[in-house]
């Protein structure tokens, strides 16, 4: 809105400059304005160099940002990894420190059986050296004896099961031992990757650090294209005034033709045979992401395709406008033109006049064999949407 | 009345000797009193050894003091059985640790590890291999029974020495009857002798020569009964004296109960005629000595 409003202003200005000016002076201020429109056009094309520079940018910091946001992924998932490597880990060392004390005790255990198992034999068997014949003992003696080699066979089994036990667990030990041995390899192997994924993640960080500066350079130099963009925008509407100045001032045939498009002398034809692919108005820029405002629309059509007068007129201009290319402007009435842009080139001159549907002029050769034509349509100094008045097919 | 008084001629001629060799004769007759009762009561060594060596019935870990109680019980109501007496495994590992009381540690690894057990103790005078074999036919398909435990190959052995010993004391007891004897038959035998001289005057005088020795051996049978009588109650005295105050003595010999039971009232019947029989042949014997002596 502030953009209008000073453009307005500025308008007013150059009209109200135009007006003391005396007619004399038309023809230098026209080539005065010539210059600067080729300044401005040699503006624009820089400004959509750093336009397609800044494109390329963003592509850039959507990759990266993606291979960010993947290499996070992946870390994340190494740290788990590593985590549950370590989780396991601790698990399996409290299970080797059970396992080492139940070997001990087992071991403990075995020894004290067998110490026991040696010192009561000893004793218990000692009666059977002792005497030949009948033994000294009584009935007591007798159950006692008893009594001790059933416990020594209770222990020598209790002794064969905890041999048993201990090679059990040695067993599980030395299992435990090298799943530990695997686990820590495991391990180690995560880390290193872990590693390798952490410096190729700084590594991408300060790529997009410097993709973001050069983002924020790029978005700088787009907003001064932006200013320039408008400023040649008031230039052209300048030129439109002065052209219709112009025609007031020499008393040409097309004062008070028609105001309306609808109105312009043996109809509207369309442009060249196409598919409308940019639209008309407020539009999202997928490239930049921010909305752009079409005042024209874009035909697709096959690479050199003639490109044909949309109504009766006459040629005010023909030349190259920075982001249009070759650009065609033909008057069809008070305050009604038609633009074209994009051409590969137009033939016809400045001043000559054209016939609805006359060809005059050819799209670019496309590699892909497919080019567009920029056509916009402006009544009284303000761009209308063509396909309200052209049968463009969408 | 010649008869009467020759029947204390040896009293009216040697008072002080006869004296001496009274008290000789009751202990003598004390000694071989005591001896015998001991020897009846105990049956030799039979007692001494159902009292050390018993059968043990080992009962299995799952049984309860109350099955272990109607076991022992059931085990006393046999003929050849003394007493039988339960112990808990408790009381088993007691014992078990009093006799190697290296494996007191075992009872840390775990709880008790021995069973409970009957204590059977024979009879004396049943302690033969058959009665153990009898013993052990009963018990052991009771499944309460883990193992019974009789000895083994030392039971036979163990009663060969038991019969040998019991010879053995019997034989020594006849030896020592035979040592009275010939005492008795010494004594006599030296008072005859000295009273020769009296004798030969009474026979001077018409005294029949048979009335002399039949009236002294009467004497002799008479004091000899009276003596044994006398020994038998110091005898049994004593015994009933030391069954109440040494335990020892009635674990080797026997309780006072049986001291003073039938069975044991009859051979002390016996013990008394053969004393007197022995005393009045060790008379006459020793008068026939002093007789057949050279003058």
């Known amino acids: ?394 | 009345m010649i008869g009467r008084s020759l029947i204390w001629i040896d009293w009216k001629r040697m008072r002080g000797a006869l004296l001496r060799e009274s008290a000789v004769r009751f202990f003598l007759f004390l000694l071989l009193g005591a001896i015998f009762e001991a020897m009846l009561l105990s049956g030799g060594i039979n007692r001494y050894m159902s009292d050390r060596w018993r059968v043990t019935a080992v009962l299995r870990l799952s049984v309860t003091a109350v099955e272990g109680e109607g076991m022992a019980r059931k085990a006393a109501g046999l003929p050849e059985v003394h007493s039988a007496e339960y112990r808990s495994p408790e009381t088993s590992w007691k014992e078990f640790v009093d006799a190697y009381p290296v494996m007191e540690a075992l009872r840390a690894a775990g709880g008790n590890p021995l069973p409970g057990y009957v204590e059977i103790r024979m009879r004396p005078d049943r302690f033969t291999e058959g009665d153990f074999r009898s013993v052990e036919t009963v018990l052991k398909p009771l499944p309460e029974v883990e193992k019974i435990l009789s000895g083994g190959e030392t039971l036979s052995r163990l009663l060969r020495v038991s019969r040998w010993m019991n010879i053995m004391f019997w034989a020594g007891y006849c030896i020592l009857c035979a040592v009275s004897f010939s005492v008795f038959f010494l004594q006599e035998k030296a008072r005859a002798t000295l009273l020769s001289g009296d004798f030969e005057y009474l026979r001077e005088r018409g005294v029949p020569a048979r009335a002399i020795p039949l009236s002294r051996a009467a004497a002799a049978a008479f004091a000899g009964g009276l003596l044994s009588l006398a020994a038998m109650g110091a005898t049994v005295s004593i015994f009933i004296a030391l069954s109440g105050r040494l335990p020892a003595f009635s674990r080797v010999i026997g309780s006072y109960a049986e001291i003073l039971s039938f069975p044991f009232l009859i051979p002390w019947a016996l013990f008394i005629p053969a004393s007197t029989i022995l005393s009045g042949g060790a008379s006459l014997l020793g008068w026939r000595a002093a007789q057949s002596r050279p003058r």
């Open chain 1, 1 to 394: 809105m502030t953009v209008s409003r000073h453009l307005a202003v500025i308008a007013s200005c150059l009209a109200a400059c135009l007006l003391f000016l005396a007619p004399a002076h038309a023809a230098d201020q026209s080539e005065k304005l010539r210059k600067e429109k080729a300044r401005l056009v040699e503006m624009k094309e820089k400004a959509e160099k750093t336009a397609a520079e800044l494109a390329e940018t963003l592509r850039r910091e959507k990759m990266s940002r993606s291979r960010m946001n993947d290499f996070e992924a992946r870390l994340a998932k190494q740290r788990r990894l590593i985590a549950g490597i370590d989780r396991r880990l601790s698990i399996l060392g409290g299970q080797m420190e059970r396992t080492e004390r139940a070997v001990r005790a087992l071991d403990e255990e075995r020894g004290r059986v067998q110490g026991t198992l040696n010192s009561e034999s000893r004793e218990v068997f000692a009666g059977d050296r002792m005497w030949i014949g009948v033994r000294a003992e009584d009935s007591s003696g007798e159950r006692s004896r008893y009594f001790a080699r059933r416990v020594l066979s209770e222990e020598m089994s209790r002794y064969g099961r905890l041999t048993a036990d201990r090679e059990e667990k040695e067993r599980v030990l030395s299992g435990i031992e090298r799943r530990i041995v695997d686990s820590e390899r495991r391990m180690a192997a995560q880390v290193k990757v872990g590693d390798k994924l952490a410096t190729q993640q700084g590594e991408e960080k300060k790529r997009l650090a410097e993709i973001e500066a050069k983002k924020k350079k790029k978005a700088a130099e787009l907003r001064a294209l932006r200013s320039r963009i408008a400023r040649m925008e008031a230039l052209v509407s300048r030129i439109e005034r002065q052209a219709g100045k112009k025609e007031r001032g020499g008393k040409e045939v097309r004062k008070g033709g028609p105001a309306r498009f609808t109105g312009v002398p043996g109809g509207l034809v369309r442009p060249l045979e196409g598919k409308v692919i940019g639209r008309f108005g407020k539009q999202r820029d997928p490239v930049f992401d921010v909305d752009v405002e079409n005042r024209g629309v874009e035909i697709e059509a096959p690479s050199g395709a003639v490109i044909h007068a949309v109504g009766k007129g006459e040629v005010v201009f023909v030349g190259g406008v920075s982001g249009f290319g070759r650009v065609l402007i033909v008057q069809h009435g008070s305050g009604l033109f038609s633009v074209y842009g994009k051409a590969g080139g137009f033939s016809v001159k400045q001043g000559q006049a054209v016939a609805a549907g006359e060809a005059v002029g050819q799209l670019p050769a496309s590699p892909d064999g497919k080019s567009v034509l920029y056509l916009e349509l402006r009544a009284a100094g303000t761009a209308i949407d063509p396909t309200v008045v052209l049968p463009l097919s969408r």
